[in-house]
């Protein structure tokens, strides 16, 4: 398992550059896209307003 996760929307241009350093460093990581109508529980915790 990736000490590093990636909380993301599939969509989102900022992630996407993320991955690509991530990538390109060899660094693991897990991506987790989220629906942002419906955001889980999890992701409000860590950001509370969304």
Do not use: T, W
């Not at 460093?25 to 950001?47: H, M, Q, T, W, Y």
């Amino acid at each position: 398992m990736a000490a590093l996760k990636l909380i993301s929307h599939k969509l989102c241009p900022y992630v996407q550059r993320a991955v690509i350093a991530l990538q390109e460093k060899g660094v693991p990581f897990e991506r987790i896209d989220i629906d942002l109508a419906n955001k889980p529980d999890c992701f409000l915790k860590i950001s509370p307003l969304g």
